[in-house]
């Protein structure tokens, strides 16, 4: 089998190629995505439209700040004027279908991408029916380990905002802001840190069950970050920071230019691909770079066995 990488990249070379990939690649891999995404962008659609949404401009008594800041959250808005314009039936059956559509279509939309992208790491030519295949085939496994990653990360996060807000409620109330609330503070910021380490540890996960067929792939993904935390973890912020920035920026133009319009809301969505796109690239990047060293690391310590024997 062909090797993706021959040596480890840099952090720089790791945001390099990212950047050069999701440029080669732009057209096809924002295709795909918008293919994949098509079915939940027209089912919101619609049921804006049925709701009275105007499709160029959206009328904002607050101006350009109140303007950007109610459209950051479309989908909460699209809810919001579900059940003022159809009714609360509507409205349940607005999220009920959105839920479903958005639990299948995110995680074959990213599979996808970095499908395709691991082609263009070896320099094959691909297509968009290849990549989405690709995906599909591990259809299951992405459903079922997603899932099961969202719903232990969320069980964490509930029971970690309910033991601060107690600890922090009976600390307040016996001393005021005394030492019992500044210790529940620090707890608070030691629970959010390990989840941060146990984000990043199992972040992994999703690319080792597209290429390395394993399901939920959390082990996998422990031994690939091993001794390379803060190396993902950084990767991962920078991700972030580029990916804020860009959407706040196209949020920006299309609350300036066009409100809380239907098209408006087309403007946001395109720009949820380009900054899904771009994350999913630099994932399928760092992805192969853990693989490569943990691969390398695999051999030291064969040969350091055969040493020994």
Not at 70 to 92: R, S
Request: no cysteine; aromatic share 14%.
């Amino acid at each position: 089998m062909e090797q993706l990488q021959t040596k480890p990249k840099t952090f720089g070379e790791i945001l390099d190629h990212t950047f050069s990939i999701s440029k080669k690649n732009f057209g096809p891999l924002f295709l795909t995505l918008l293919i994949i995404f098509a079915p939940l962008y027209i089912f919101d659609y619609l049921f804006m439209v049925l709701s009275g949404i105007n499709m160029f401009r959206e009328p904002s008594g607050g101006g350009f700040t109140e303007g950007v800041l109610n459209n950051l959250d479309t989908a909460a808005a699209t809810q919001e004027l579900v059940a003022t314009n159809l009714g609360i039936g509507m409205e349940m059956l607005y999220l009920l279908v959105s839920t479903v559509l958005a639990i299948i279509i995110y995680p074959i939309a990213q599979a996808s991408v970095i499908v395709a992208t691991s082609k263009a790491l070896k320099n094959e030519i691909w297509s968009k029916g290849q990549a989405i295949k690709g995906a599909f085939s591990r259809f299951w496994p992405l459903i079922g380990s997603t899932a099961l990653m969202g719903v232990i990360f969320g069980v964490a996060v509930f029971i970690g905002f309910l033991l601060f807000g107690i600890l922090g409620g009976i600390s307040f109330a016996r001393d005021g802001f005394g030492v019992g609330f500044i210790m529940s503070i620090i707890f608070g910021l030691l629970f959010f840190a390990a989840v941060a380490f146990f984000v990043t540890k199992l972040s992994m996960f999703f690319g080792a069950i597209v290429f390395q067929k394993v399901a939920p792939g959390f082990s996998k993904s422990w031994q690939l970050t091993k001794g390379r935390f803060w190396f993902t973890f950084g990767l991962f912020i920078v991700f972030f920071i580029i990916t804020i920035l860009l959407t706040s920026v196209m949020e920006g133009v299309s609350a300036l230019l066009l409100g809380g319009s239907l098209l408006g809301r087309v403007l946001t969505d395109l720009a949820s691909i380009i900054t899904t796109l771009f994350m999913m690239v630099g994932y399928t990047v760092l992805f192969f770079d853990l693989k490569t060293r943990n691969e390398a690391d695999d051999l030291k310590d064969m040969i350091a066995s055969y040493k020994e024997s």
